[in-house]
């Protein structure tokens, strides 16, 4: 029986528990996951670190990625948007 790559059909988010981690590793998991992402993919990022109220948005406005963040029973949740890459003609 054939299977069908489920990257293309998945809607899940993928997710980094950064929690208990401090800065900067939260922002290097996310770069590192960043560099792999597609455009549109998505990430949960779980964070304790207080830092990571600040570090994660400025990165993400940065390098242009779509983000949201909620607060969670003592962690930050952001949900990180991968931004198409630029292309050169």
Not at 13 to 23: Q, S
Not at 58 to 77: D, K, N, T
């Amino acid at each position: 029986m054939a299977s069908i790559g489920s990257s293309s059909l998945a809607t899940e988010a993928d997710t980094i528990d950064a929690r208990g981690l401090k800065c900067p590793l939260p922002v290097l998991k996310l770069e590192k996951w960043l560099a792999e992402a597609t455009p549109g993919a998505r990430l949960v990022l779980l964070a304790s670190d207080p830092m990571a109220r600040i570090d994660i948005p400025l990165h993400c406005r940065q390098q242009g990625h779509g983000f949201a963040e909620e607060r969670a029973e003592g962690y930050l949740r952001f949900v990180v948007t991968a931004a198409g890459r630029a292309r050169s003609s």
